[in-house]
């Protein structure tokens, strides 16, 4: 997988003067690591490389620690998300009726991994489980929009939809 994203950083001044001074105030706080990247994506709403480098050099965590704690924890995003958050159901109902095939396909069409984000922003793709529609499996959301039945040949249709 790729660990760098296709989106540029784009984090403010404000944003990382906000996270320094969070730092600075709970400084003494032990077990400062996972409360400072929970900070971080609370200003930037994902946790990206640089962010990461600058809490290590300021709180002085080696940057592979802060790595590990936002990849075993999924709660921790590392990419930004699209305008367009699209979810794959991958739970069994959905698995055994091809949703597998479906998020492949996206993958390719829109040229990232699981949770990544396209380049122009637009749309971030991730896998998820049950999502309680398995009646309509297999099933993907697209933001707030449920999407049944899949075969794949509907996909194009349906990304051109947001457009």
Known sequence: MNSVSSVPFSGTK??????LAW????KDMKGLAMPALQEA???YGYVPFEVQ?????????PLEELYGITTFY?????YPSGKYKISVCLGTACY???SEN???KLKMMLGVEDGQCTADGKFSLESCRCIGACGLAPVMTINSDVYGKLTGDEL???LAKYN
């Not at 404000?14 to 996270?19: G, I, K, P, R, S």
């Open 41 to 43: 994506q609370r200003i």
């Open 102 to 104: 479906i998020y492949n």
């Open 96 to 98: 055994v009726k091809g």
């Open 23 to 26: 730092l600075e105030e709970h």
């Open 14 to 19: 404000a944003q990382e003067a906000e996270l």
């Open 53 to 61: 480098k600058l809490i290590s050099e300021t709180i002085n965590v």
């Open 156 to 158: 194009e249709s349906i």
């Open 74 to 78: 999924s709660m921790f995003k590392l």
